[in-house]
Every structure is written in C-alpha cells, then in structure tokens.
C-alpha cells in the first residue's frame, strides 16, 4: 500500500496549503513526507515548470488563485509520480493560466505519466484526453477511446451559405431535417452511414439553391454526453 500511495501525485479540487509557507518550503516539505533524499529534490525545477519560481519565497497566502492552483500541481509532482490524478485542476483559473497548464500536463504525458483527468470542460476533456468515461449520476455509462465515443452518434449537419438568401426552406427539402438557422444558413442534418455528402449537395442545387459556402459539422463531446446520460435517465 506505501509503494502504490508513492506511484500516485493527487490535485485535489480544493485548495490545500499553509498561507504561512513559502512554496518552496511547501514542496521540500512535501518531499520529506514522500521520503525524497535531499540530493534528488527538484523543488526549484518543479516551481519554474509551473511558472511560480519568481514567487519561492512569497507566502501561499500572497498567491492569486490561479498561482495556488498550479502550486497544488506542483505539490502532486515532488515524488516525481507515474500517475498524476487532476481533479477539476483548472476549475476558477484564467484562459492564460490554463493554457499554461495544460502545456505543462501535455509536456508530463509526453514524458511517460499518465494524467487521469476529472472535469466539467467537456472541451478540455475531448482535446486532451486518450480515452474518456462518462458518469452519470455515480454510474460509468461509457469508458472508450476518444475517437471512439465521439463516433457514437451517426450524423453530421451539413450547413450550406446560400449565394441568394432564403426566406424559408424549400418545400423540396421538407423530408429532410433541414432548418434554415439565423444567420440565413441552411443546415441539413444526416446520418452518415446511409446518405452521402455528394448526394445531398445533387439536391440542393436541384432545387435551385446556389451554394456561396458550405462546412460540414460534426458531434462534439458535449452531444455524446447529452445523449448517453439523457439515454441513461
């Protein structure tokens, strides 16, 4: 149980730390704990990995949010663990702190730790993450590869950009699930599996629609999880 414990850096979601330590002295002592010779400490390499070295000798308590956040990670790091558990890591940080972060994360991974992540971002999860579980309400109702799980819904939505605006969507296309969106473009979405993007294109310009753009939409993490754990209530 010591060994496993030792193989395992936890970022708890909150915030954990002595105001009166300096995070310096916060992660040599971190290191006492996990039995790191001094000879092998990376206190200071740690601290400058995570953008905090100009801040080693300030108070925990002097830290913005954003700093105590990366201190919790860099707390998790001083054994220098093959599993890092990260739980809600970026939840009240900054757009520029949190893509710092997730450099950091990325640059460890690279290195051969394997990041188990928790998160409410479903976008952080999809661009991050190898392989992704979904839990609802306690219960795992999906743990696939990324790639995978992203292909569980069987359509996209193929948003043309008229060269002529439309007024409403053409009668011809009231059997498909077309809807002509705000901004005047006209999306048609379809499964994948039985009809073709050429095919659909054929009938909009059958119908005299002349096409200035087009792009094609696929589903997001967020629809997969709105799916299964709708499915799963």
Aim: hydrophobic share 40%.
């Amino acid at each position: 149980p010591r060994q496993s414990r030792a193989a395992i850096g936890v970022v708890n979601q909150e915030i954990v730390a002595d105001p009166f330590f300096t995070p310096l002295e916060m992660l040599e002592l971190m290191a006492g704990f996990y039995g790191v010779p001094k000879s092998e400490r990376r206190s200071l390499e740690i601290l400058t990995a995570v953008g905090l070295d100009d801040k080693k000798d300030a108070y925990v308590r002097q830290l913005s949010g954003g700093m105590k956040r990366r201190l919790m990670v860099a707390k998790a790091l001083v054994h220098n663990p093959p599993v890092l558990i990260l739980d809600e890591p970026t939840a009240g940080v900054d757009v520029e702190l949190r893509r710092s972060l997730w450099t950091y994360v990325r640059e460890l991974h690279d290195k051969g730790t394997t990041i188990i992540l928790t998160t409410h971002y479903l976008e952080e999860a999809e661009e991050l993450c190898d392989s992704i579980a979904i839990v609802n309400h306690g219960e795992i109702v999906a743990c696939e590869p990324t790639p995978q799980l992203l292909s569980r819904l069987d359509y996209k939505t193929l948003v043309i950009t008229p060269k002529e605006p439309l007024a409403t969507v053409p009668a011809a296309l009231s059997d498909m699930d077309a809807v002509l969106r705000p901004d005047g473009d006209l999306a048609i979405t379809f499964r994948s599996s039985e009809t073709g993007i050429g095919r659909l294109l054929e009938t909009v310009r059958s119908n005299g629609i002349g096409i200035g753009d087009l792009v094609t939409e696929a589903p997001d993490l967020e629809d997969v999880f709105i799916a299964l754990t709708t499915q799963a209530a």
